[in-house]
């Protein structure tokens, strides 16, 4: 199981690793490990959050090498597989994520839970210099309610469609149209 990354056997490595073979995971580790990180920092574009996807991904190969059908492709595509589908799923659990205005969160909390904003109030309140207001206030109603339900609420387009009664392939287009006119506005 030694060599390069040509010449190294992948399977067989992943065999041994689910026989409980430490040095395995580790020789994967040496042969990969700088090429695994750079596949998972061009997906989540920090070198911390991409140095902890290969290192879940690691923990996953050790845990789940017995898994490994090498009928169903090599051990080398599936280590990389594994990495690239932890990076995926990082980007999704966290594309949700905004950071917390602290002056917003204080006037929240200074009004009570009675006066919590609407979503274009909170974007009025958190721009710093009231372009994306201006843009979002060139927005006709439903193209703006849509982008601020999907932005603000983290509402998916099937919640949008049924909040505002309308098809969900009409919501698509108008956050899709809306998010364009609002690139061209802000350029």
């Given amino acids: 199981m030694t060599g390069t990354p040509d010449e190294f056997d992948y399977d067989a490595a992943l065999r041994a690793c689910a026989a409980g073979e430490r ?3 580790h020789r994967i580790y040496q042969l990969e490990g700088a090429r695994l990180l750079a596949v998972a920092l061009r997906i989540v ?4 959050v ?13 845990e789940k090498a017995a898994g490994f059908d090498p009928t169903r492709g090599s051990g080398r595509g599936w280590i ?11 980007i999704r659990d966290h594309a949700r994520e ?3 205005d602290e002056t917003l969160i204080e006037r929240v909390e200074q009004a ?8 274009y109030e909170q974007v009025l309140l958190a721009s710093e210099s009231g372009q994306l207001y201006d ?15 999907a932005y603000l609420e983290g509402c998916t387009h099937s919640e949008i469609a049924e909040r505002l009664a309308t098809p ?20």
């Fill in 112 to 119: 009570g839970e009675a006066s919590v904003p609407d979503p």
């Fill in 135 to 149: 843009c979002l206030g060139r927005l006709d109603a439903p193209k703006r309610s849509s982008i601020l339900l």
């Fill in 23 to 25: 040095a395995a995971l």
């Fill in 45 to 48: 574009r920090r070198r911390d």
């Fill in 168 to 187: 969900l392939g009409t919501v698509k287009a108008w956050i899709r149209r809306g998010l364009q006119s609002l690139k061209e506005c802000m350029a």
């Fill in 80 to 90: 990389y597989s594994i990495v690239r589908h932890g990076a995926l799923n990082h």
């Fill in 98 to 100: 905004m950071p917390a």
């Fill in 50 to 62: 991409a140095e902890d996807v290969v290192h879940d991904a690691f923990v996953r190969i050790w």
